[in-house]
């Protein structure tokens, strides 16, 4: 009996052990399968998350910030097309001030002395017997000296406005002058769009900041006081006076060699012929070529090519009054994750005598962030191209470690264009030359 009891427990026991088995095996189906779990600061992160972003500033993204419309205009080049040298018809520059109210009524000044007088006293004693008054929009601090003979009222504030360095309108409504040390102005631009390109660069060089181009009716408005208005009057008036505007085209490039050394560049004096290598400047970094029509963009990288592969890491043109300066920003250009993004290209430059040569005379400079790089003194003629070679790529890494092969070099590519402006009589639209009459230009 004892024996029967015992061994019907066992088979209990047995019975139970399954279900509870079966049981387990039933739950462990239901629950999900994760194959792999991470934890980030105790959070549970999987495949059905949400993630957490922290919280930005409201600040213009970066692909907003970069947008321009003249982008289009200077990162690229038709080398298919280019013309060495471009003709246009001399147009009027005008600069026009703007917001500058109604008209002062018509009334005669005589016999007015201003001894050490800021500019709303003095006008409030020119105005004492006028309902006009004054109101200062933003303080004004020079003090003025002056005696007015015989003058009209619109011809006397003018002159005061002008030796206080101030602007003013007038409200009729109200009976107001009003008074600013800041002015906005509107510039009625060529028609050609090197020549805008041209200008915009003089001023943005002279340091003229939230410029608004019109691209449709070819006109700038910029704000700025009086000191503003001049360094935009002078770069108005210089471009007007001048005969020439220099432009370059560029293309630079990434190039790895295919072997465990440097690119051997006097390789090209075999491949290309003495002839057409016609100078070599060394520079602190690198040299530059000064090279015949028969090295372009094509030639270059089919030479290339035979020692080594290549990356087009930006394209553009810029442009410069005759004697002024500008730059090209290769990252403006380019991919935003290219180490040479902080890469600036400047150059001044002229056209014309040179020891009894017509020549461009140009000086190149390579910058970064960090400060200049190298720069080369480069005296061409129409028509020739520069080769700049021997620009470390490790120039431009910022760790201690990389990828990036020590034979890896920058290399430029620059063509420099020549725009002669005549006369509108003589020419109409833009024209480029080309044989006999680019010949007969260039013997002039």
Not at 6 to 33: D, E, H, W, Y
Not at 228 to 256: F, G, H, N, P
Request: hydrophobic share 40%; aromatic share 8%.
């Amino acid at each position: 009996m004892a024996q029967n009891n015992i061994k019907n427990s066992i088979v209990l026991c047995t019975m139970i052990c399954s279900i509870f088995v079966a049981g387990c095996a039933n739950r462990q189906q239901n629950m999900p399968l994760y194959d792999t779990v991470t934890v980030v600061e105790n959070t549970v992160i999987d495949e059905n998350s949400v993630p957490i972003f922290p919280k930005k500033a409201a600040l213009t993204t970066d692909t907003a910030q970069r947008f321009a419309l003249d982008l289009p205009k200077r990162c690229t080049v038709d080398w298919n097309n280019q013309s060495v040298v471009t003709v246009v018809p001399e147009e009027k520059i005008e600069i026009v001030r703007l917001n500058t109210g109604d008209a002062l009524p018509d009334l005669k000044v005589s016999d007015y002395e201003f001894k050490k007088m800021y500019l709303k006293d003095a006008l409030e004693k020119l105005l004492d017997d006028t309902d006009i008054s004054v109101v200062e929009d933003q303080a004004t601090f020079e003090k003025i000296s002056g005696t007015i003979s015989t003058s009209s009222l619109t011809d006397a504030v003018e002159l005061m406005a002008k030796l206080g360095r101030v602007y003013y309108s007038y409200d009729a409504e109200f009976g107001e002058i009003h008074l600013t040390a800041n002015g906005k102005w509107m510039i009625k631009m060529p028609k050609d769009e090197t020549m805008i390109m041209a200008i915009l660069d003089a001023m943005r060089g002279a340091d003229v900041r939230n410029l608004l181009v019109n691209w449709q009716d070819k006109t700038v408005v910029f704000e700025g006081n009086y000191q503003t208005e001049r360094e935009v009057s002078k770069i108005i008036s210089d471009v007007s006076s001048k005969k020439y505007v220099l432009a370059w085209d560029i293309d630079v490039y990434r190039v790895y060699p295919k072997s465990d050394s440097a690119i051997v560049w006097m390789n090209m004096l075999p491949a290309f012929g003495e002839n057409n290598i016609r100078m070599s400047i060394p520079g602190v970094v690198g040299r530059t070529l000064v090279v015949s029509p028969e090295i372009n963009t094509k030639t270059l990288q089919e030479f290339i090519s035979q020692q080594a592969n290549m990356v087009l890491v930006s394209q553009g043109t810029f442009a410069i009054p005759n004697g002024w300066q500008s730059r090209f920003d290769i990252g403006q250009c380019g991919k935003e994750d290219r180490l040479e993004t902080d890469l600036i290209i400047g150059a001044t430059g002229k056209y014309g005598d040179y020891g009894g040569y017509k020549k461009i005379d140009a000086k190149i400079v390579l910058s970064t962030t960090n400060g200049e790089l190298t720069s080369f003194k480069v005296p061409s003629n129409v028509g020739d191209n520069y080769v700049i070679v021997g620009i470390p790529t490790h120039s431009f890494v910022t760790t201690p470690e990389t990828l990036i092969s020590p034979f890896a070099e920058l290399v430029v590519f620059m063509s420099p264009r020549l725009i002669s402006i005549v006369d509108a009589g003589t020419v109409k639209g833009n024209t480029p030359l080309s044989g006999d009459e680019l010949r007969e230009f260039l013997n002039q």
